[in-house]
């Protein structure tokens, strides 16, 4: 399977970036031609500018919109990871959605409702929190967690099959809890 990666972290010597590793290991392996994003290495333009978003309306695609779509629709599997920042994505990561995730790639009007486009077979949301798992679940926001791009973003362009995986305590986990962690990234990988 053509699977795309984006991630978006601004350390490279994150433990993120050690999970990204792992994750191309185990899909390499099991013969996936992998592809990545790292918004933040490519420093990645997050803001939908109104140039743009002039040239869109007139059904036209502005060229550093349109290759990022390409990239987006080579793919037939799609995993983003990243850490979890005020409930939500990074904005880099926000905004990344805002500029490729357009209408008419992404999504259509027809009528009065919406048409996801997207055909992938699959998508995977990792996440990396630093809060504990108790503190969302007794703060009842565990929803907000993974649902604005789980259900919010994927799911309402079209991608059915959504799964998401949540680390909690990142900053507090020991060497052989963060090393358990980097064989799953090979696992799921592998699995993918």
Known sequence: MKVLIVTA???PESFNHAMLVSMVSGLESAGHEVKIKDLYAENFDPVLKAGDLAVLQT????SRIQVEQEVLLWAEGLIFLYPLWWFDRPAILKGWFDVVFTNQVAFGFEGDSVKGLLKHKKALVVITAGGSEDYFENTDAMPLI???VTDGTLGFCGIDNVQHKIYFDVPGLSDNERKKIL???VAIGQIF
């Open 59 to 62: 059904g036209e695609i502005p």
């Open 9 to 11: 972290h601004p350390n």
């Open 146 to 148: 993974h649902r604005p």
């Open 183 to 185: 064989n799953e990234m």
